[in-house]
């Protein structure tokens, strides 16, 4: 299976300042038809996770522009621009290029 | 509106059996849209992808950990998602939730069913 690195497994914040998540795969995400199927999920406290980005940097319908998603290969990263209280909660990369779908070990955004 | 509502889970001893429901409303998509997905989270743990099944039960795939054990399924005259789960473990016990495949992805989940196994 393709081993998913999330750092740091923690994350303090000041609200209103950016936040960096970086995620690492184990092998190459490019899809044999050139997509790259890494995506980043949010769950906030007591609810079902959210995806933010799919494909690198696509931004689902409703997620806020503070979120963005970025990266190539093995090497990518999910940027909010200036943190808010409602971003609170785990932070998740997964990838989905390659069966046996992985998940990242989580980042746990919070306020300091 | 999509609606997934996930049910069957509860307390199973050891080496026992469930099947969790997952009952999908996902106006507009046609059944041709509905390839699902069930992940797992262990109390106070991560996220672990299990299985997918495209929308006619052409494609299925399982996570290496529950192959054997467990079984995906989907009634299309019912819009309802199945996982059949067979010889239960400890580290079975978790909130199993299900997801609709949008883009190659978990783009919308349920609110999950909280399996428990213990004696």
């Known amino acids: 299976d393709v081993v998913m690195t999330q750092s740091p497994v923690s994350l303090p914040v000041t609200l209103g300042q950016p936040a960096s998540i970086s995620c690492r795969s184990s092998q190459s995400l490019v899809h044999s038809n050139g997509d790259t199927y890494l995506n980043w999920f949010q769950q906030r406290p007591g609810q079902s996770p959210r995806r933010l980005i799919y494909k690198v940097s696509n931004r689902d319908s409703g997620v806020p522009d503070r979120f963005t998603g970025s990266g190539s290969g093995t090497d990518f990263t999910l940027k909010i621009s200036r943190v808010e209280a409602e971003d609170v909660g785990v932070y998740y990369c997964m990838q989905g290029t390659h069966w046996g779908w992985t998940f990242g070990q989580g980042t746990k955004v919070e306020i300091k | 509106q999509v609606q997934l509502v996930e049910s069957g889970g509860g307390v199973v001893q050891p080496g026992g059996s469930l099947r969790l429901s997952c009952a999908a409303s996902?106006?507009?998509?046609?059944?041709?849209?509905?390839?699902m997905h069930w992940v797992r989270q262990a109390p106070g743990k991560g996220l672990e992808w299990l299985a997918f099944i495209r929308y006619d039960g052409g494609d299925i795939h399982y996570a290496d950990s529950v192959k054997g054990r467990f079984t995906i399924s989907w009634d299309n005259s019912k819009n309802t998602l199945y996982l059949q789960v067979n010889s239960l473990r400890a580290d079975d016990t978790a909130v199993y939730y299900c997801?609709?495949?949008?883009?190659?992805?978990?783009?919308?989940w349920g609110q999950g069913t909280l399996v428990t196994v213990s004696s």
């Open positions: 996902a106006f507009p998509f046609t059944k041709y849209d509905m390839h």
């Open positions: 997801a609709k495949d949008e883009r190659g992805s978990l783009w919308f």
